[in-house]
T-cell receptor, first 113, second 115 residues
Framework: GENVEQHPSTLSVQEGDSAVIKCTYS??????FPWYKQELGKRPQLIID?????GEKKDQRIAVTLNKTAKHFSLHITETQPEDSAVYFC????????????FGAGTRLTVKP | GAVVSQHPSWVICKSGTSVKIECRSL??????MFWYRQFPKQSLMLMAT?????????EQGVEKDKFLINHASLTLSTLTVTSAHPEDSSFYIC???????????FGSGTRLTVV
């Protein structure tokens, strides 16, 4: 089955700096890679996703890059703000209706004002 | 659109009792529902996959007799934690694939505390 590894487990940055979180996956058939932000006790919130037919996707301060050959993808947050502080999870899925989604271990991001 | 309603949001039960958690798709048909468990400061771990009209598929290490899953209709999947023990205390959350989309929608989660 799919195995997703995520690094770092914790990340502390100064407000305004960039933050990068990296994930690798094992299943070459995976073709959908979402990133979630989770507040304590709440459901994960999708912040950006990418499919395997593109190498990069950007949405304002958030971008995701995908390297299918190396089987890794990264989340980039620029101009970080204190409200970006949360736990972020990457995930991978084959993207079909009956295929499950596996999560990375999570990264606790702290943005210091 | 593509909303999954999960109930209860939190529950406290005595050790040895059973607890049922419901996930209902409100505006779409969920032929598949994924059940995850999340311990404090940890990731979401897939427990099982339920499919409407057939038996659930359990991940390695998850006791199917303890975590009963029923997916009797296209809009309702339930997880019953039987003979709950304090170590079952966790955040349980369901997720369904969104039709015609690569995405997934999550329930709001259930915080289970067994005392």
């Amino acid at each position: 089955g799919e195995n997703v590894e995520q690094h770092p487990s914790t990340l502390s940055v100064q407000e305004g700096d960039s933050a990068v979180i990296k994930c690798t996956y094992s299943d070459s058939a995976s073709n959908y890679f979402p990133w979630y932000k989770q507040e304590l006790g709440k459901r994960p919130q999708l912040i950006i996703d990418i499919r395997s037919n593109v190498g990069e996707k950007k949405d304002q301060r958030i971008a995701v890059t995908l390297n299918k050959t190396a089987k890794h993808f990264s989340l980039h947050i620029t101009e970080t703000q204190p409200e970006d502080s949360a736990v972020y999870f990457c995930a991978a899925s084959r993207g079909k209706v009956n295929n499950d989604m596996r999560f990375g271990a999570g990264t606790r991001l702290t943005v210091k004002p | 659109g593509a909303v999954v309603s999960q109930h209860p949001s939190w529950v406290i039960c005595k050790s040895g009792t059973s607890v049922k958690i419901e996930c209902r798709s409100l505006d779409f048909q969920a032929t598949t529902m994924f059940w995850y468990r999340q311990f404090p400061k940890q990731s979401l771990m897939l427990m099982a996959t339920s499919n409407e009209g057939s038996k659930a598929t359990y991940e390695q290490g998850v006791e199917k007799d303890k975590f009963l899953i029923n997916h009797a209709s296209l809009t309702l999947s339930t997880l019953t934690v039987t003979s709950a023990h304090p170590e079952d205390s966790s955040f349980y959350i369901c997720s369904a694939p969104v039709p015609a989309n690569y995405g997934y929608t999550f329930g709001s989660g259930t915080r289970l505390t067994v005392v």
